[in-house]
Each structure stands twice: as C-alpha cells, then as structure tokens.
C-alpha cells in the first residue's frame, strides 16, 4: 500500500475520536429507529380511546410508519449517494421527530397515520445513511462488527418505548411517550449536525480535496495537501441511480441480497407477531407466552455481536449458516405441549441466529456495493425487504385462518429462513468466484 493510501491508514488505526463520535452517534440512531418503530405497540389501548376506535383499526396506524419506511429506505438512501451521508441522516432524524411531535398535535385517526407515515419516510432515511457512513469508518477487519453494535442500538430501542410507557403513560398519557419520541431525536439532529462527520469515501469521489483533508486532520492523519490515493475504492462518475444497482456486475448480488432480506424479515416478523399469540393456545398463560416471545429480541442482541464478529473473520457464510439453523428452532417452537423451559430456550438460541442474522445481512448490504452507490443499494436492500416484513404476518395469518394446524404454520414459516440462507449461500459462492476469476486474469503490459 501507498503510504498516501487513505484506506490502509484507516485500516491500521487504532480506536480514534472521529471514528468512535460516528460509530456513537449512529447507535443513537438506531436506537432511535427501534423506538419509533415499537412505539405504537405501548400505546394502542390508549389511542384507542383517543380516536374512539376498534381493535381493528389499530393494523393501519402501525402499519403506516412500516410503509414510510419503505418509501424513505429508497428515496432518502439513494440522495445519501447524491448529496452526502451526513445531510440525510440529519434530515431524516429531524424529519421523524418533527413528524412525531405532529402526530401529538393530530385531532383526528387520518391525520395521526399520515403523520405516521411521513415520520417512517424520514426513518428509512436516516438508517441506511448510518450504515454506509459508519461502514466506511471502520476499519475493514470490524465492519460488520461495527454494524452488529448499531444494532445492539436497535433492540435496545425497541425495549425502550416499554420503559418510557411505564414511566410516563399514567401521568402523561400517550403523549407523553410520543413526546420522548418527538424530543430526542431533534436533540441527536443537533448534535450530529456539529459533531457528524461527512463520509471520506463520499467527498474523495467527489474531489474535495479541502474538506478531505480538514477531516483527515481530524483523524491524525497528516497528508502532502492534493488528491491522495483511497485505495479499494470504486468510485464510478455521476450521480448514484437505483440502476447502477444492476449495472458493472451488481445485477447478481442485488437480487440476491434482496431475496434473503426479504425471507429473512418474513421469518423474524412472523416469530415476532405471532409466537406470543400462538403460545397462548398451547395453553400458557400470556404473561409467560409474552415473555417467551420476547426471547427471540433478546437472543437476536446477543447474536448479531457474535455474528458480525464471525462475519469479519469468516465471511458470509457465517450468516448463511446461522439464518439455516434458524429454522428448526422455529419449528420446534410450534411443538404444542413442549414444556416451558424447552419453548424458552428455542426462542433465544432461534433469535440469536435468526434475528442476528439479519443484523449479519445489514452488514453484508453495507460492504457488497461500492462507496457511490452504497447507500442506495443498502437504502433498496431495506425497502424490499419490508414486503417480507408486511407478507410474514399475513401469511401466517391467512393460514391460520383456514383453519390450519399451529404446528403446520410454524413449519411452513421457518422454511423462510432456508430461503434466505440459500441466497446468502449463493451470494458468496458468486462473489468468491469472481473474485478468483478477476485474480488469475493476466495483467496486461504495454509492449515495446
């Protein structure tokens, strides 16, 4: 490596302030991502007072943040390629928590859930941003490490809204829970808008040679002042555009990508919804079919850190290997009269490596496409696989309301996780092997 290669200074760094205020604040938004997402779940019963309501009507109300998310997760992702990580994150943090704090102002249903839905736009913005920004941060031997710690974020995130509801419900009411939500985001916006770097990647394709070299500074990294080299970077000219997704040799990975993001979530959503509820009819008391349930979270924390640490050392087929052994713990789950202790466990160890291993397959969005179109191809990774996130539930749901065998529905849905694992599978087998064709072609030399 050049000694002017920014890429490898990166790599040999040890822990460096810039580096550790990115990786920080990105948790915050992750975190921040997991609240809003998780929110409206604490506080149904009280808006069904609100807006005077059925049971019913609370699908569209959660639904619409979902679908902001999607819409955001692709617009958003790919301005971040355009325009810079750092506007988008800021941008979208703001926008969820404007919106939010909008939503409290809401006098009628309709109004609430498009509030909802425009904050979900400004989520699905922020996070693929977070990740593009904080993968090209790190140092290659812990990129997926790094991603598998914003997503400790995430998880903590979802929990939170439950802590905040106990706190604030009974003295506040719902608002008070939406306020939390609307509040701190605008906070982590100011700071991120004085603290927040912007990407090295983005400004060196951009030839901004003045502010690289400001950041670079940041960094301890003293360089002769022009254009240094950033080695491994691929930087193609003009703006990103969701084509260039399939374009250069991307085709492949894009699809595939795709597809276990959406088997993936389809898996995870349906454990995740529907295992409390089924458990229930298994005849154990919801409290306890509760807290089962809420294993499966609790497992996918811890292994998305194993994950991504094996991920680093070992590649993909790390994560394809734990999605796979995702789905017979799955099925077991759905073995009625199993006993508690057995139910308990399968849920941990199913969330660990189900869960975690989509934490894993966010990792894997945010290295397979190169630095100008990665927060675009991130950006469609997530939005896609949203439907798969929305189809889960309701494919279970359809089962089950034919009627079908619990047992029967647990097994037909784990099968969505050897999908997944199956495009992960083939997704390295492809990289690897043009990784080894690109390497045994002859190099040329200009002759005499």
């Known amino acids: 490596m050049e000694k002017n290669d920014i890429r490898s200074l990166i790599d040999r760094q040890s822990r460096n302030p810039l580096r550790l205020s990115v990786a920080t604040l990105c948790f915050l938004v992750l975190l921040l991502d997991g609240y809003e997402l998780n929110l409206i779940g604490y506080v149904g019963p009280a808006l069904l007072h609100q807006f005077s309501i059925s049971k019913g009507a609370v699908g569209p109300v959660a639904s619409a943040g979902l679908f902001g998310y999607m819409l955001g997760s692709v617009l958003l992702g790919n301005m971040g390629d355009r325009f810079g990580r750092k506007p988008m994150i800021v941008l979208g943090t703001l926008l969820f928590g404007t919106l939010t704090l909008a939503a409290v102002w809401s006098h009628s249903l309709n109004a609430f859930i498009a509030m909802r839905f425009l904050a979900g736009i400004g989520l699905g913005g922020a996070v693929p941003n977070a990740i593009a920004l904080n993968t090209e941060f790190a140092p290659e031997h812990s990129r997926g490490w790094t991603i598998g710690l914003m997503f400790v974020g995430y998880s903590l995130g979802s929990a939170a809204p439950g802590w905040v509801a106990a706190a604030f419900l009974s003295h506040y009411g719902w608002r008070g829970v939406f306020y939390v939500g609307a509040f701190a985001p605008m906070l982590v916006a100011a700071l991120m808008m004085a603290l927040l770097p912007e990407s090295l990647e983005y400004l060196y394709g951009k030839r901004n040679v003045q502010k690289l070299h400001a950041l670079l500074k940041r960094m301890n990294i003293d360089l002769p002042m022009g254009m240094p080299e950033f080695g491994g970077t691929n930087m193609a000219a003009g703006g990103a555009t969701p084509l260039q ?28 919804v529907w295992a409390p509820i089924l458990f229930t009819g298994f005849g154990i008391e919801p409290g306890r079919a509760a807290l089962i349930g809420a294993m499966w979270q609790t497992g996918g924390a811890l292994g998305a850190l194993a994950i991504t640490r094996l991920l680093d050392r070992y590649g993909m087929p790390v994560v394809a290997c734990a ?118 072609r002859p190099v040329r030399t200009s002759g005499p």
């Open 245 to 272: 997704l399939f374009l250069n040799g991307h085709k492949g990975n894009t699809l595939l990508v795709w597809a276990a993001f959406v088997f993936c979530l389809m898996g995870n959503l349906f454990v995740m």
């Open 323 to 440: 999605i796979f052994m995702a789905m017979p713990c799955v099925m077991l789950n759905g073995s009625a009269g199993a006993p508690e202790s057995m139910l308990l466990v399968m849920s941990f160890v199913g969330g660990a490596l189900g869960s975690g291993g989509q934490v894993g397959l966010n990792a894997i969005a945010g290295t397979i496409y190169p630095t100008n179109i990665r927060s675009t191809g991130v950006g469609w990774a997530f939005g896609v696989g949203r439907v798969g996130a929305i189809l889960g539930p309701m494919l279970a749901g359809a089962l089950l309301a034919r009627n079908t065998n619990p047992r029967i529905v647990f097994i037909v849905m784990s099968f969505s996780f050897a999908v997944a694992a199956l495009s992960v599978a083939m997704m390295h087998l492809r990289t690897t092997t043009r990784a080894k064709l690109t390497a045994s």
